[in-house]
């Protein structure tokens, strides 16, 4: 499952969702938005993306993913609109039979997600300017 949403994730019911007999690992990773990029503070954040190829683009993340790994879950969930800082931006969440499995799985959709995925975000400062960036496109994003 993916998808991209305006409403804040709710990442306990995508942890439980991802949740199975067969799996005795379930791995979360959340990004979440925080107030300082360097010595750039933040005080929000607007997330935008061209939602066709973003969806796409998340699809096909799941697919390598499930062909890769062992997974019975794999749920990426990304936020858009306007962010305060603490407020949850995505969401991913794999379960696997083992834990080794699950965490490289997971650490592999993430990384995808940052690099492949059309989703940009504008960092807001106190002074109310603001620079749209590519979440890959600044320097040291992992």
Same mark, same amino acid.
């Given at each position: ?9 709710? !990442? ?5 969702? @991802? ?7 379930? #791995? =979360? !990773? ?5 107030? =300082?990029?360097?010595? *750039? ?7 935008? #993306? ?8 998340? #699809?096909?993340?799941? @697919? ?13 969930? *990304?936020?858009?609109?306007?962010? #305060?800082?603490?407020?949850? %931006?995505? @969401?991913?969440?794999? %379960?696997?039979? *083992?834990?080794?499995e699950a965490f490289d799985a997971l650490r592999f959709a993430v990384d995808a997600l940052k690099e492949l995925v059309p989703i940009w975000k504008k960092e807001n400062g106190p ?6 960036? *590519?979440? %890959? ?6």
């Amino acid at each position: 499952m993916v998808r991209l949403t305006r409403d804040a994730i709710d !990442f306990a019911a995508l942890t439980n969702e @991802a949740r199975h007999p067969h799996c005795g690992a379930v #791995a =979360l !990773f959340l990004g979440t938005v925080r107030d =300082l990029t360097g010595e *750039h503070v933040t005080v929000f954040l607007d997330y935008d #993306a061209y939602a066709p190829m973003a969806e796409k683009k998340l #699809a096909e993340i799941e @697919a390598t993913v499930r062909a890769r790994w062992p997974v019975r879950e794999v749920l990426m969930v *990304h936020r858009l609109g306007r962010l #305060a800082v603490g407020d949850v %931006s995505v @969401a991913v969440v794999v %379960s696997c039979p *083992h834990r080794a499995e699950a965490f490289d799985a997971l650490r592999f959709a993430v990384d995808a997600l940052k690099e492949l995925v059309p989703i940009w975000k504008k960092e807001n400062g106190p002074d109310g300017t603001g620079e749209w960036v *590519h979440q %890959s496109a600044k320097p040291g994003a992992t």
